[in-house]
C-alpha cells in the first residue's frame, strides 16, 4: 500500500509539472497574439537561439538592431516614420514571445531530465516526453519560418506559416495537458456512449481554430464588421473570385472571414445541443462540471468573437478571443478524456 502511494505521488508531481507546462505555453499563446496584433512580430530580423536571449544593450546596440530593421520590408514600406524609441516599443514584445519560448524549453526539459533519472517517469514513457521536446523545437523552427515569410517583399507573414505555428501551439499543449490528465486520473473504465461524439465536437472545434488562423492571417476581421449579416449581404459577392476555385477557402479575405462565421456558428449550436441533451442524462460529476463549462466558455468565445469584429478587432478583444479558444479547446479535452476513459 506504501508503495502505491508512492507511485501515486511520483505520478501527480509530474502532472503538476506538465500543467505548469501547459499554464506556460497558454501565456505564450496569448503573448504571441498580443504580438502579432501589435505589429510586433517582425522586429526581430534575425534569429539567435543561443545569444539571442540578450537584448541590445547601451546606444551603439540599439542602433544597430534598428539599422537592420531598417532593411526589412516593413520598415520601408509601413514604418518608414519610425525613430529608435518607437522600434523599441515593438521590439520589446517580440523579444519577450521569443524569450518565454525559450524558458518553456528549460522549464520542460531540466524536470524531465529530472524525472527521468529518479523513475518518475517510467521507460516506456518516455517517448511520449521525448515527443514533446520534439514538437517544442519544431514549434521554435515553425516559428522563425513564420518570421522570414514577412521579411521578403511584402511585410505580412503568411496566412499559412501562422495558422501551422498557431496549430503546432494547441497541438502541444492539448498534448500534455492529455498525458497530465492520464497521470490525474489512471484508471480506465469502458468509454462511454458519448466518447465519439464529443471526440466529434472536439475536432469540429479545432477545425475552427484553424479557420480563425485564417482570419488572423489574412486580417479578415477587417471587413464587413456587422453581425449576423456581412454588410447589407448574409453571403457577400466576390467570395469565389480567385482561381483555382479551392484557393478562395484559404487566401480570399471575404470568403475566410465568412467560413468562420458559419464554423463558429455551426460549433456554438452544436454546443448548446450537446449540453442539452447531456443534462438529461446521468453522468459523472466530473463530466457534469465538464459540460457546463464547455457551455459557459463557447458562451464567451461567441460574444468574444462577435464583439471583436463589431469593434474593429481591438488588442484586448481579440487577444481575449484567441485566449478563449485555447480554453475551449481544453475544456473539450478534458471532457473527451473522461468519456473515454468512462468517468
Excluded at 316 to 329: D, I, N, R, V
Aim: proline letters at 4%; aromatic letters at 14%.
Amino acid at each position: 500500500m506504501a508503495n502505491l502511494i508512492h507511485i501515486d505521488q511520483r505520478r501527480t508531481t509530474v502532472a503538476k509539472w506538465l500543467f505548469f507546462c501547459c499554464a506556460m505555453v497558454f501565456s505564450m499563446v496569448i503573448l504571441g497574439g498580443v504580438t502579432r496584433l501589435t505589429g510586433s512580430g517582425l522586429s526581430m530580423v534575425d534569429w539567435r537561439p543561443i545569444m539571442g536571449i540578450i537584448p541590445p544593450i547601451g546606444i551603439d546596440q540599439w542602433q544597430l538592431t534598428f539599422e537592420m530593421y531598417k532593411q526589412s520590408p516593413e520598415f520601408i514600406v509601413k514604418n518608414y516614420n519610425m525613430d529608435l524609441e518607437g522600434f523599441k516599443g515593438i521590439f520589446w514584445l517580440e523579444y519577450l514571445h521569443r524569450v518565454l519560448g525559450r524558458l518553456i524549453g528549460i522549464v520542460f526539459f531540466v524536470p524531465m531530465l529530472y524525472f527521468m533519472i529518479r523513475g518518475y517517469i517510467q521507460k516506456y514513457e518516455i517517448p511520449k516526453y521525448l515527443l514533446m521536446l520534439i514538437l517544442g523545437g519544431m514549434q521554435g523552427l515553425l516559428g522563425w519560418y513564420m518570421v522570414q515569410s514577412g521579411l521578403v517583399n511584402n511585410p505580412a507573414v503568411s496566412q499559412y506559416r501562422l495558422t501551422a505555428h498557431l496549430s503546432s501551439a494547441f497541438l502541444i499543449y492539448g498534448f500534455m495537458f492529455w498525458v497530465a490528465l492520464s497521470l490525474i486520473y489512471p484508471d480506465r473504465e469502458k468509454p462511454s456512449k458519448w466518447s465519439k461524439i464529443t471526440f466529434g465536437l472536439t475536432m469540429l472545434i479545432v477545425l475552427t481554430i484553424i479557420s480563425g488562423g485564417f482570419v488572423a492571417g489574412l486580417k479578415a476581421g477587417k471587413v464587413f464588421n456587422t453581425y449576423p449579416m456581412m454588410g447589407n449581404y448574409w453571403v457577400p459577392p466576390g467570395i469565389f473570385s480567385l482561381e483555382p476555385f479551392w484557393i478562395n477557402f484559404f487566401e480570399n479575405i471575404v470568403t475566410v472571414q465568412l467560413v468562420h462565421r458559419i464554423l463558429t456558428a455551426i460549433t456554438f449550436a452544436t454546443i448548446i445541443v450537446y449540453w442539452l441533451r447531456l443534462r438529461k442524462v446521468d453522468t459523472s460529476i466530473r463530466v457534469k462540471k465538464g459540460t457546463n463549462a464547455i457551455l459557459h466558455t463557447a458562451t464567451l468565445q461567441f460574444v468574444l468573437g462577435v464583439t471583436t469584429l463589431i469593434f474593429y478587432v481591438p488588442i484586448s478583444l481579440a487577444a481575449a478571443h484567441q485566449a478563449t479558444a485555447l480554453l475551449l479547446l481544453t475544456v473539450a479535452l478534458y471532457l473527451c478524456h473522461a468519456h473515454a476513459r468512462g468517468q
